[in-house]
C-alpha cells in the first residue's frame, strides 16, 4: 500500500524548493524580460498605429478641406466667366445698336442731301424750261393754236428730261 515515509517527502520538498529557486534565477527572469520586450514592442506598435491613423484622419480633413475650397474657387471661377461673356455680349449688342443706329442716321441724312440735290436739280430745270419757254414765245408772235403747239413740245421736252 502506500506508505509515507517523512525522510523521502522532505527530501523531495527540499530538491523541488532548489529546483525552483534555480530555474527563477534563470529560467524565469529571461522569460520575464522576453514578455516585457515583447509587451513593449506591443504597446509602441499600437502607439504608431494610433498616432498613424490620427495623422491619416487629420490628413483627410485637410484633404477634404482643400477639395472644398478648390470647388468653391472653380464656381468662382465659373460664375466670373459667365459674368464676364453676359457683359461682353451686352456690350457687343450695343455697339451693334449704336452702328446700326448711327448708318440709319447716316442713310436718311444721305436722303435728305439727295433729295434736296434732286429738288434742286428740278427746280433749275425748271427754271431754265421757263425762260426758254418765255424766250421762245417773247421770239414768235403766234396765235393760240401755235401757243398750244409750242406749249406741247416744251412740256414733252421737260417730260423728256425727267
Do not use: C, W
Request: hydrophobic share 40%.
Amino acid at each position: 500500500m502506500l506508505e509515507f515515509h517523512l525522510g523521502t517527502i522532505l527530501f523531495q520538498l527540499i530538491v523541488f524548493v532548489i529546483l525552483m529557486i534555480i530555474v527563477g534565477k534563470f529560467g524565469a527572469k529571461p522569460v520575464v524580460e522576453m514578455m516585457r520586450k515583447r509587451q513593449s514592442y506591443i504597446d509602441n506598435q499600437i502607439e504608431k498605429s494610433e498616432s498613424s491613423r490620427k495623422e491619416a484622419e487629420s490628413l483627410l480633413a485637410e484633404q477634404k478641406s482643400e477639395l472644398e475650397k478648390v470647388r468653391q474657387e472653380a464656381q468662382t471661377i465659373i460664375e466670373r466667366a459667365k459674368k464676364q461673356g453676359e457683359s461682353e455680349a451686352d456690350s457687343i449688342i450695343s455697339a451693334a445698336k449704336d452702328r446700326a443706329d448711327r448708318l440709319v442716321v447716316e442713310a436718311r441724312a444721305e436722303i435728305t442731301r439727295e433729295k434736296d440735290k434732286a429738288i434742286a436739280s428740278l427746280r433749275d430745270e425748271v427754271a431754265e424750261l421757263s425762260v426758254l419757254l418765255a424766250t421762245k414765245i417773247l421770239e414768235k408772235e403766234i396765235d393760240e393754236k401755235q401757243y398750244d403747239k409750242e406749249m406741247n413740245q416744251v412740256l414733252k421736252e421737260v417730260g423728256e428730261r425727267l
